[in-house]
């Protein structure tokens, strides 16, 4: 059996204090007091209170001793007239005294139809403040409700974005994949350039030392060899501008590569930061949902609790 969660020292206090403003003492006017319990229960306690005290015990009536009986029986068949008269005055004594309990029945039953009602009127009351309490708690979760159902459509549109966000991510790695690769092959193509360079570097510098040589070697030919040096020494600087254009080319393409895959990581950050916002926003809303439909489940819980005992109570005046 569950303990009752308020004492008795408590409800007979909230009586008192219901009798000191001149309300009617009824069991859903000292739960308003209390703050909680059944009413039936809490009046009950308060009427024990009222009498005073628990109803006395009826105590065993002895029998008589059989010299005791004897004696009366002869007596009896003695003044058998006079028992005869005796139970006549009994009888009306008997039917007396019961038309007043009949009467002070009655009277107590219209007391009691009478606290009943009050105590309905309360209910009546307290039914009225509940629905209006449950009536805001389902406006809050229509209000909230509308609330999830824009933030899942933001969310949807967002997935939606979020597809095509993770779409250009995936092109924007394997363009960033394909320009790793080009600026490997480019890498690699300098560095050929660059070896094929010095290969150049070094055979002019063979070219020349040749040439210095036959200028020493044919002194009388001089005019000659000079017109010959003069055409390796164009076609070599000619052949060293081309390639140095050519590594200037590569540069500026492995240069812009770099940048645009920079610029692709930097928009795959920033797709990365609106998605936790959003889903951190969702999470917020879930929460105040749920918070919502706990407020509604208590205040109907307690209302379907208040409508059990006012039809109880109904049942019990129409018995009556």
């Not at 009752?4 to 403003?21: K, Y």
């Not at 094929?196 to 200028?215: P, T």
Request: proline content about 2%.
């Amino acid at each position: 059996m569950r303990p009752a969660e308020f004492s008795e020292e408590s409800i007979i206090e909230a009586g008192q204090q219901l009798q000191a403003e001149g309300r009617n003492v009824t069991g859903f006017a000292i739960r308003k007091i209390v703050g909680g319990g059944n009413p039936t229960r809490l009046k009950i306690v308060w009427d024990q209170y009222v009498a005073g005290a628990s109803p006395a015990e009826v105590e065993p009536v002895a029998e008589l001793p059989n010299e005791v009986a004897e004696a009366l029986k002869s007596v009896i068949s003695g003044l058998s007239e006079q028992i005869n008269r005796l139970a006549v005055d009994l009888n009306d004594k008997a039917v007396k005294a019961s038309e007043r309990r009949v009467a002070e029945v009655i009277k107590a039953a219209g007391q009691e139809r009478e606290a009943s009602e009050r105590e309905m009127a309360d209910a009546t009351a307290t039914v009225n403040d509940l629905e209006e309490k449950l009536d805001e708690a389902q406006a809050d979760i229509a209000d909230l409700i509308g609330r999830l159902e824009d933030t899942r459509a933001t969310l949807a549109e967002t997935r939606t974005s979020l597809a095509r966000a993770e779409e250009k991510q995936a092109n924007a790695e394997q363009v960033a994949a394909d320009q790793q690769v080009e600026i490997l092959a480019l890498k690699a193509e300098l560095k050929a350039l660059n070896s094929e360079l010095k290969q150049r570097d070094e055979m002019i510098a063979v070219l020349k030392h040749e040439a210095q040589s036959v200028v020493n070697r044919h002194t009388e030919q001089l005019s000659q060899k000079d017109v010959v040096i003069a055409e390796k020494a164009e076609l070599l600087a000619e052949l060293k501008s081309q390639y140095t254009v050519a590594i200037d080319d590569m540069k500026q393409q492995l240069e812009a590569k770099v940048a645009e895959a920079e610029k692709a990581k930097a928009t795959l950050v920033k797709n990365d930061t609106i998605i936790n916002g959003l889903n951190a926003r969702l999470d917020s809303v879930a929460r105040e949902l749920s918070k919502a439909e706990e407020r509604s489940d208590r205040l109907e819980k307690q209302l379907v609790e208040i409508a059990h005992v006012r039809d109880t109570r109904l049942r019990h005046l129409s018995t009556e």
